[in-house]
């Protein structure tokens, strides 16, 4: 079976995001260490154990107790990673697997979106686009390399959010809304920073 070449031209982009991804994890996790960052600690070490402080505004794990509000947006991530560790996933698995998603969205949604944007037939800008946003220096020190887990789910979120809103204003597309709402809604952990709160307003 013959596949048609616009479906071809159209998969290149998806499969170029999801290799690139797949040899960015391999390189990452290629001893067998997982990543851990003062900020958050081991996220995916024991999720479950993360999961039973994170539900509470007061967190007693931290003599005398302390009040972390901003921890209750963490709750919808780390359920989703203890339902996988009960799964039988490695914690070294689990942050594989959370920093593969987040690098493929981060790339194709901004690949997306720049597509969305220019109006045109020609993939190569939105590639060369959504390569830049994943790779540029910025992302790779300041995001992923200071580890702040808030900050690599907004980037990650943020070319699909600026996809929907702009799909909504332009074309008053009621689907595009839902899309956002369901974007925020996934994405709602990076709310753990406030300041992300005003980025998203």
Partial sequence: MKLPKKFLVQSIPLFLFLSLSIILIFSW???GYIYGGGDVGLQTYNPQRTLSNARYIWWEAVAPGAPLPQGLSAVPLHLILS????LGFSPL???AITFFTLLFLMGFGMYL??????ERKNIILPILGGLFYMLNPYMMIQVWHRFVHTTIFLAAALPFLALFWNDWIKKGNFRSLILFSLTTFFSVYLF????FIITIW
Avoid: N, P
Avoid at 192 to 195: D, I, S
């Fill in 93 to 95: 698995g689990l942050q």
């Fill in 113 to 118: 979106f720049l597509r969305s944007l220019l």
């Fill in 83 to 86: 339902f996988f560790q009960l």
């Fill in 192 to 195: 753990g920073t406030f300041a």
């Fill in 29 to 31: 996790f290629r001893f």
